[in-house]
């Protein structure tokens, strides 16, 4: 795996997959930028991850990270002040199915956590529009959080499952502890 940094503006210019078999030469990857982005070879900087390493797996992941510089070369991808530092957001279901004739109901508990897992965010009192998936596409819930908490009453007259949120990892800006899925079953 590598990251290719624009030395001019310090940003990422692109990140590749992992390779399994290791990564083309340098001069490959250089040649390939280039058409993409124009200049020349010391306009960029590759830093190079073994694909077996943690921030191998965190950058898969979709994990944010800031590029670390060390004059004009790239040295290392930096977690801590981007993804390290986003809250957690907890998804509680009273109960995994329901009868999708838009009576039966059930409770959403919705929480912020600290960045460490260490608790609720009592003081976020914040709105969130988070992304949830249906039986018909994606759609947005809009959750008021008072001192982290927010609670919604869930029915629906759709059958299938609902995902909430639709992101199992990260959703609005903020990390997903998890993401549970309910049925709306269809009574006949």
Request: net charge negative; with cysteine.
């Amino acid at each position: 795996m590598f990251a290719v940094g624009k030395v001019s503006d310090k940003t990422l210019a692109t990140i590749s997959g992992t390779y399994g078999s290791g990564d083309p030469p340098d001069v490959a990857i250089l040649a390939n930028v280039i058409v993409e982005f124009g200049g020349g070879p010391a306009d960029y900087s590759i830093f190079h991850l073994s694909d077996n390493s943690a921030k191998a797996k965190r950058v898969m992941e979709g994990d944010d990270f800031d590029l670390v510089w060390t004059g004009n070369v790239l040295t290392d991808l930096d977690f801590a002040s981007r993804e390290d530092t986003k809250r957690w957001i907890d998804v509680g279901v009273s109960k995994a199915s329901i009868l999708a004739d838009n009576t039966d109901s059930l409770t959403l508990t919705l929480g912020i956590w600290k960045a460490d897992k260490t608790g609720l965010a009592t003081n976020q009192s914040t709105t969130v529009d988070l992304p949830v998936s249906t039986p018909l596409g994606t759609c947005l819930i809009r959750c008021v959080f008072v001192n982290g908490v927010c609670v919604k009453t869930f029915h629906t007259s759709t059958p299938g499952p609902w995902r909430f949120p639709s992101n199992g990892k990260r959703a609005a800006g903020y990390r997903i502890m998890s993401a549970p899925v309910v049925d709306a079953i269809l009574s006949l």
